[in-house]
């Protein structure tokens, strides 16, 4: 006895599901917006910066204000327009930067108010 040949088989289009694209396309994005921005956060006491990172493992970093060095900002054009930039924190102690932050808000006041308790400290 011979096995039966399928001479065509059909499934449904993929336009068919456009719309389960379209709407995992307007909620993934979002979704990933959301726990980048919990997942990172800078902490400004009175003598030490903590950088925390993760939302359900925990990773925390943490630099002595006395012991900053240099600090700097970047801010594109786009980035400058809405009120966003990268601060970028260096020690004695190491040959790159300590702390790398990109998108944070208002970078600028971020490094007055170190700056101010750096002069606090001396």
Same mark, same amino acid.
């Given at each position: ?26 909620? @993934? *994005?979002?979704?990933? #917006?959301?726990? &980048?921005?919990? =997942? /990172?956060? /800078?902490? @400004?006491? $009175? %003598?030490? !910066?903590? !950088? ?5 493992? &925990?990773? =925390?970093? $943490? ?14 054009? *786009? ?7 990268? /601060?970028?924190?260096?020690? #004695?102690?190491?040959?790159?930067? $300590?702390?790398?932050? &990109?998108?944070? +808000?208002? +970078?600028? #006041?971020?490094?007055? &108010?170190? %700056?101010? !308790? ?5």
């Amino acid at each position: 006895m011979e096995k039966d040949k399928a001479l065509l088989v059909v499934q449904r289009s993929w336009w068919n599901y456009f719309g389960y694209f379209l709407f995992f396309y307007l909620i @993934v *994005p979002p979704f990933i #917006a959301i726990t &980048k921005r919990f =997942s /990172l956060r /800078l902490i @400004v006491f $009175e %003598n030490r !910066l903590v !950088l925390i990172r993760g939302i359900f493992s &925990k990773h =925390s970093k $943490e630099l002595f204000i006395k012991d900053i060095r240099t600090i700097d900002t970047n801010q594109t054009f *786009p980035q400058r327009v809405v009120g966003i930039g990268s /601060l970028m924190v260096a020690t #004695a102690g190491t040959s790159g930067y $300590e702390f790398v932050i &990109k998108g944070i +808000p208002n +970078p600028d #006041a971020v490094v007055e &108010k170190i %700056n101010s !308790l750096r002069g606090n400290l001396k």
